[in-house]
């Protein structure tokens, strides 16, 4: 093998690892021309560990890209245990204030900075529909009017510190019924809008864009990441966009299951993706593969090797442009955002001591499960006897007929974190926050425990 080649091909990959201490293969993994490294929960017992591992990999490499998910809502890993400080992008999208959803992009861009992460695979550019079972609030909304600026704006927030955004999922995940972590999804509905976010963020100088497994029929019946038509013409040529475009992780079972990792990397490669995110279940093994595969690739013609120099040129771009600046924010906006965003109708004051139970589905892949639950809460999950109580908690319910179906009784107060497209006919009350945040849990629990004045 070309030690040249090896080094482009270590430059494309985005690999993971678990705990927080740098691996053998990490060290060796950047040492022959790695450029970035992804952190999970897995790698955030607490802030100041991942701040001592993100110090420890810099100090392998000044210049590395070391990446998180950090949307904010339901998708945290800073905040895993304890949930977001921030409220999610369906609570800004419902808002509405352009400047508040930029300064929650500063925030969050903040604490990143803070811990030594420089690259945020945020913000969701999906326009959302009701049956989607991966995005929901994840989105700033379910129409594209909404959705666009408010894109561009936390891209404004998260970049002014030199925080590389990214947005996802390229042409857009919204208008699907599967899970792409789980199945390969077909996109209905009307392409032009769900690109619309994407034109803006681009407007707005993104660094980074994120592809998603999702087949476009109209544009053939590859999955996005390895289409040519997707990511070549249409978001290079057409839309005009020379950043960095990475591939959502490639695990996922949309291309795992269909295509094959190895094959999905090269062929990613060549319909015009630069750098390939291999997640949470692949290891330093999976990584050496990927690697020969690209090499291969190269060696017998399948792959142009000017394409994994211009891939790579522009990751090593990205790294050395994302250098966080010290920035003052507003500590207080997530919880102010999380405020403005709860809705409420009825009667929703709880006695102090009131049951109140949490009805919760399988937790989404993106997400995770979460540790956090709204004060108090007695957690009961599908199948299990669900108590009478005063309260209960849904998440999606227009979507789990058996959360509709406990929830809806006479005389409770019902309290949806997820998105409020179903109503209770027979509750007292009914908050919705959307989103399963801290702070939007907190802002709820502060309208139905109302502080008595001293």
Known sequence: MSTELERLAATCLLPSFPGVEVPDWIRRFLERGGTSVLFFAYNVPTREELQRLAAALRAEREDVLLAIDEEGGDVTRLEWREGSSYPSAAGLGVVDDLA???????????????????????????????????????????EAARVTPHVAAFVRGLQRSRVAACVKHFPGHGATELDSHLELPVVTGDLAAALEPFRSAIDAGVKTIMTAHVVVPELGDEPATLNRRIVGDLLRDEMGYDGVVVADALEMRAVSATVGVEAAAVRALRAGVDLLCVGHDLDDDDVARIE?????????????EERLVEAAARVQSLASWASPEPAAVDRAVGDVAARRAVIVSGDVTLVSGASIVELRPRANIAAGEHEHHFAGARVVREGAPIPDADAYVVRDAHRHAWMREAADRAGVVVIEVGLPLWRPTQARGYVATYGAGRASLAAAADLVFPKVPA
Not at 117 to 138: C, F, S
Not at 293 to 300: R, Y
């Open 292 to 304: 020969r595969a690209l090499v291969t690739a190269v060696a017998f013609g399948e792959l142009a």
């Open 100 to 142: 508040l959803t930029e300064e929650v992009g500063a925030a969050i861009a903040s604490d990143l900075a803070a811990v030594g992460v420089n690259w945020d695979l945020a913000p969701v550019a999906d326009v959302n529909v009701p049956t989607n079972p991966v995005i929901g609030v994840r989105a700033f909304g379910d």
